[in-house]
Structures are given as structure tokens and as C-alpha cells.
């Protein structure tokens, strides 16, 4: 019994081309899920480093004895958690942990926006001394904390299109 085999140079069936509708699809949602995914990585990645600015600028302030406020260590912190949870939930593809991360990501960016507040720079910029506001190197501090509630705040609307990509869309 000789078997039958094709000759070397033949092409297997099949292969070329004409079983394209045969052929699955990956469903939009996975790549959307995937950009996001790359999306909010990168968008992680910049907190950390406006994290880290902010634990250089509490180690200035405790060098120079001038013993930071609550609301700054508090914000600080919530920051760490939060990006904490925020990365693993994104390399876990857990829903319920990016639903935690955007709680705590809100937490963290109304503590900043508090400490914004309780500072004197907006009296200052108010009556008009930019001079003084300038030379101010808590305006610096300041400036870091507008940054990082912007950033929070587009990082907490990527989370929320993420898992809305991610939730099983059943059809009636």
C-alpha cells in the first residue's frame, strides 16, 4: 500500500485565500480593550513620576523641618494606593479592581484639589502679587497637584471606557 503524498512544491488545500469567510474575527472590543489597556499604562506611568515629585517634595519639606501638612502626606498616599490598584487590576484585566482604582483615584484627586485650596497661593494670585507668587516654591508644589487631578481625571475616563469595553455586551 504506497501512500499518497502530495509532491513537495504543492500547496496544502486551503491556504490560498479562498477560505477567508471561514475564517474567525476578533470581535473590536479586544482591540479597543487592548489600546486602552496600553492607554492606561502609559497614563500610570505619568502619576508615578508626579507621585514620586511629590514624595521628593514632602522629603524637602521634612529637611527643612517645616513639617508638611496632613492633607499633602494624605494625598501623597492615595496617590501611591491608587496607582497600586490601578496597575494590578490592569494586569489582572479585573473590572472590580479599575471600579476600585476609580474610586481612589477620585479620592486622591479631591485631596489634592483640597490642598490646592487650603494653600495661600490662590490669596495671593487673588490680590494680584505675581511677583510673590513666582518667586513661591509652593507654587511649584501647586502646579504638580493641578497637573496630577488633570491626569487623574483622564486616567479615571480611560478607566471607565476600559471596562465599559471590557463587560460582556449580550445581545437580545
Known sequence: MSRRQPPPSARPSGTDGSDFSYRMVVDSRYTKVAQGKGRLCKLLLA???IQVIGVLW??????????????????????FICLAIGESGRRCNSKNL??????????AAILSLAQ???????LQIRSGSLGAVSSNPEAIENGRLLISVVL???TIMTTLTLIGNMSVKRAS
Open 116 to 122: 490646592i485650596i487650603t494653600s495661600n497661593l490662590l
Open 98 to 107: 479599575l471600579r476600585s482604582y476609580t474610586v481612589v483615584a477620585s479620592v
Open 47 to 49: 502619576q508615578a513620576a
Open 152 to 154: 487623574q481625571l483622564y
Open 58 to 79: 514632602l522629603l524637602l519639606l521634612f529637611l527643612q523641618q517645616r513639617g508638611p501638612g496632613q492633607l499633602a502626606v494624605f494625598s501623597v498616599l492615595a496617590g
